[in-house]
């Protein structure tokens, strides 16, 4: 049996500056993890990219293909948009795909593959009348949602902790979604 593929895909939310652990923790559920970053958090860690390559075996995508290139991912099994940012959500909700950490899970999840997303933003962010509304546009169109007692609770204004942003719930999330 093949190891099942997880796309791990990152915006540029607190906990993204500690994206190896959600990576460890999914390769320890058994997951062959594959790293997509939003162009802002590929820039965090640029001097460290080399790092998340060696950790993955594959390559970090930030950007689209061109169209003369080839795929250099496997086919994902699941998707894992974690940490989301505000600014992703209401994107995503609002169906604008302007990054490849967007549009890849946009569209896989109108192709069947299972796609999960966990939040990571302040209540202030998360008191914009967007936010609801792109939490249901996602919803209705079938990811699971990690909000909430159910995912990550927003946190008041600079008082967030993204080392203990919970990677055990976000996975937890990906295998209740996934058949293997």
């Not at 689209?64 to 994902?76: F, R």
């Not at 997303?117 to 609801?132: K, S």
């Amino acid at each position: 049996m093949t190891t099942p593929v997880l796309y791990l895909i990152a915006c540029a939310a607190g906990p993204t500056q500690y994206i190896d652990d959600g990576v460890r923790a999914a390769q320890t559920d058994g997951w062959d993890v594959c790293l997509i970053l939003t162009p802002s958090a590929a820039r965090w860690w640029e001097p460290r990219m080399q790092e998340l390559v060696d950790l993955t075996g594959h390559p970090v995508r930030s950007r689209y293909k061109l169209p003369w290139e080839t795929d250099v991912l496997p086919k994902a099994d699941a998707m894992l948009v974690a940490p989301m940012s505000c600014t992703t959500l209401n994107k995503w909700g609002a169906g604008i795909a302007d990054t490849v950490a967007i549009g890849i899970p946009s569209e896989a999840v109108h192709m069947g593959v299972p796609v999960v997303a966990m939040p990571y933003f302040n209540q202030a962010q998360g008191a914009q009348p967007a936010v609801a509304r792109s939490i249901a546009a996602l919803r209705e169109q079938g990811v699971l949602v990690l909000d909430g007692r159910d995912g990550y609770a927003s946190h008041p204004p600079k008082q967030g902790n993204p080392k203990a942003y919970s990677w055990g719930k976000a996975i937890a999330g990906v295998r209740s979604q996934v058949g293997i």
